[in-house]
């Protein structure tokens, strides 16, 4: 049986009178690849903000590698990674300045930084790039970059919001090649995307409509229930159903 590394219950998230999560229920495991899905404006940045230690919950029970979202939002933050839609990295540094200044806020030590260095450059062949400033990178490698950083200091979690957004096909495959390397090293990924062929890839997923999670199972389980083809037209039945 695999740890829980994420507990949720009756989540709760409220804006004045807006329930952005409404009594949110679930359990994510270790080394689990775990799907996030929803449409706009479902809930899903405002649920994983209160995961990752950013915002607090209004009401429920929430545990995140062991720590409490309410009273150790910081020890939250020092066991993830967090790779955000909009790119992380910092674009007028170089390859090699993002990775140290970012071991150094994982709080992790000089000689760790170093060694870990070395080997990302040599795993992702970056050695050519390692001076480079992030803005003369072609997005597929920022990602790439990007991705690498967020588990640089070997997090027990790491929050993927929307991380292929942009990217070619060929440059999608690679990096959910990256996803699963990082799962079979017991790491959990929890990601969002938009595009439902990946959620095929997602050992679970979840679907939010309107702040309620209305669905959770294995792709292949969810697609049975709603007897679908794809996860993309289970996501269809559920988050947009058709109106009579």
């Known amino acids: 049986m695999k740890d829980t590394v994420i507990s949720v219950h009756n989540l709760v998230k409220k804006f004045g009178s807006f329930v952005a999560n409404d009594s949110l229920n679930f359990e994510v495991y270790s080394g689990e690849i775990f799907g996030f899905l929803g449409a706009n404006g479902a809930g899903k940045t405002t649920a994983i903000r209160i995961l990752s230690g950013l915002s607090k919950p209004t009401s429920g029970e929430v545990n995140v590698a062991g720590y409490d979202a309410y009273r150790q939002p910081e020890q939250i933050k020092m066991n993830i990674g967090y790779m955000c839609q909009k790119f992380s990295l910092y674009e007028d540094l170089t390859v090699k300045e993002n990775i140290i200044l970012y071991g150094g806020i994982y709080g992790m030590s000089k000689s760790l930084i170093k060694e870990r260095l070395a080997e990302l450059l040599a795993k992702l062949r970056f050695q050519e790039y390692e001076n480079r400033m992030i803005s003369d990178l072609p997005l597929g490698l920022r990602q790439k970059l990007a991705f690498s950083v967020a588990v640089l200091h070997d997090p027990k979690i790491v929050f993927l919001d929307e991380p292929t957004g942009g990217v070619d096909p060929i ?14 090293r017991g790491i959990t990924v929890f990601v969002t995307t938009h595009y439902m062929d990946e959620a095929e890839y997602c050992d679970r997923i979840s679907i939010m409509n309107e702040g309620k999670i209305v669905a959770l199972d294995t792709p292949g389980n969810l697609k049975k229930q709603y007897n679908a083809e794809s996860v993309e037209e289970v996501f269809i039945k559920i988050a947009r159903p058709v109106k009579n």
Do not use: D, K, S, V
């Open 171 to 184: 440059t999608r495959r690679q990096f959910w090649e990256m996803i699963y390397e990082t799962a079979e």
